[in-house]
């Protein structure tokens, strides 16, 4: 098993920024891809972003390239997403995953967290 905890969301003005962090434990993940997925009222859980997590590589979707960067600590066992330039439109509860394969867009993970909130006023 492995357990995913996210945290940092919250309200903040379009054009601002947030952290969202996500805590990483249980069985050996090190070869795992962690992704970030998001999910507004009334729409499917989307696709952010997602990393793995031996090389580093990273892929996003592309409503957020550019403005939002994943990346990991591995010493901390942590999964951040850096949100920039947020637009009301990336309001939604924001998930954290992990799966054994890499490069998954679809949100058939094997683990996931419980979710925060992220609202973006404009």
């Known amino acids: 098993q492995v357990q995913l905890v996210e945290s940092g969301g919250g309200l903040v003005q379009a054009g601002g920024s947030l952290r969202l962090s996500c805590a990483v434990s249980?069985?050996?993940?090190?070869?795992?891809?962690m992704g970030w997925f998001r999910q507004a009222p009334g729409k499917e859980r989307e696709f952010v972003a997602a990393?793995?997590?031996?090389?580093?590589?990273?892929n996003y979707a592309d409503s957020v390239k550019g403005r939002f960067t994943i990346s990991r600590d591995n010493d901390k066992n942590m999964v951040y997403l850096q949100m920039n330039s947020l637009k009301p439109e990336d309001t939604a509860v924001y998930y954290c995953?992990?799966?054994?394969?890499?490069?998954?867009?679809?949100?058939?993970?094997?683990?996931w967290g419980q979710g925060t909130q992220v609202t973006v006023s404009s």
């Open positions: 995953a992990a799966d054994r394969r890499l490069g998954k867009t679809t949100p058939t993970y094997d683990y």
């Open positions: 249980g069985r050996t993940f090190s070869s795992y891809a």
């Open positions: 990393i793995s997590w031996r090389s580093g590589t990273a």
